[in-house]
């Protein structure tokens, strides 16, 4: 692109040509610049992350036996202890609650641990 320079006639071309592409090239970068600033956002990265799991079948069947387990020991828990201010209730609620998690998670998954 360089050019030989004779008079100023080509000086003046080969500014408004300079302008130009500096004017282009800041237009670039300031796209670039918004898309990166995007894309960085936490939401957007999380959106992101969470497509990508969602398109993956293991994660999606093993997010969905968590979600099942979790909620069957949760329902457990409530279903035989209900809500209760006692100490001992609440700790044998838990207890309850985790034992129903692991044997709905092992029956899904297929464990006989």
Do not use: H
């Not at 360089?2 to 130009?20: G, H, P, R, T, W």
């Not at 898309?35 to 960085?40: D, T, V």
């Not at 969470?50 to 020991?73: H, M, Q």
């Not at 809500?83 to 609650?97: A, E």
């Amino acid at each position: 692109m360089k050019k030989n320079i004779k008079n100023s006639y080509d000086l003046e071309q080969a500014i408004v040509e300079l302008k130009a592409k500096k004017d282009k090239d800041f237009n670039v970068l300031k796209s670039q610049l918004s898309n990166s600033y995007n894309n960085l956002k936490p939401a957007n990265m999380l959106r992101q992350m969470l497509t990508g799991l969602s398109t993956e079948p293991k994660v999606k069947n093993g997010v969905l036996d968590f979600v099942l387990s979790l909620s069957g020991g949760y329902l457990s828990k409530r279903l035989l202890i209900g809500k209760s201010n006692s100490f001992l209730k609440s700790i044998i609620g838990y207890i309850v609650q985790m034992k129903a998690t692991k044997i709905i998670s092992n029956k899904i998954t297929g464990d006989n641990k």
